[in-house]
């Protein structure tokens, strides 16, 4: 998927970037603020609620994300706390057509630091905690596929295995990406 405005592509399955973990950001200057905005439109452009650095091919600990309460732009962010649960059947820009069901924390506190490198301490519930914990896993490296059952896992192997393909070739295409409703 390619946003030429942003010149980002949404990076899927298969491509290595994603498997990276994203090191912390040392000093914030310009660039890193240019690079979370046009995340941003990638985001929205996506109808994406959130989305890491790594899903567009950079491998910095950085994500955007919005559930239509605002913009959040975070810089190494770390959960510090952990409470309840939610489950959410979750999709990602990175891995078009693919819905999985995920047990996560229902509230979190976040510490992360903002684009003037300002830290800045978020307590997190429900959809947003839920965005929050999908986009922090990007930084790890971790995927929603890793979250699957066994069965899961065989069902989609033939579609994971079709986006491999795809990544190589860079022709996945926009509208693959919105078969689930929660794309982050
Ligand atoms: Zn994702």
């Known amino acids: ?3 030429p405005e942003t010149g980002l592509r949404i990076r899927v399955f298969g491509d290595p970037v994603l498997r990276k973990k994203a090191p912390a950001v040392e000093r914030i200057n310009a660039q890193h603020r240019d690079l979370l905005s046009k995340m941003a439109q990638a985001m929205y452009a996506g109808s994406g609620v959130g989305l890491a650095a790594p899903q567009v091919g950079i491998n910095h600990a ?5 559930i239509g309460e605002g913009l959040y732009k975070l810089i190494n962010p770390k959960i510090l706390k952990r409470q309840g649960r939610q489950v959410n059947q979750e999709g990602c820009l990175s891995v078009p057509e693919v819905c999985i069901k995920i ?3 229902n509230k979190i506190l976040v510490q992360a630091r903002d684009e003037e490198g300002q830290k800045i301490r978020i307590e997190a519930e429900g959809l947003l905690a839920c965005v929050f914990q999908h986009e922090i896993d990007h930084l790890k490296g971790k995927l929603i596929v890793d979250y699957a059952s066994f069965w899961k896992k065989l069902k989609i192997k033939r579609k994971l295995a079709e ?7 860079e022709r996945v295409s926009q509208s693959e990406a919105k078969s689930c409703p929660l794309q982050l």
């Open 62 to 66: 950085m994500l955007v994300a919005d």
């Open 163 to 169: 986006l491999k393909k795809k990544a190589q070739d």
């Open 103 to 105: 047990r996560r924390a």
């Open 1 to 3: 998927m390619s946003m």
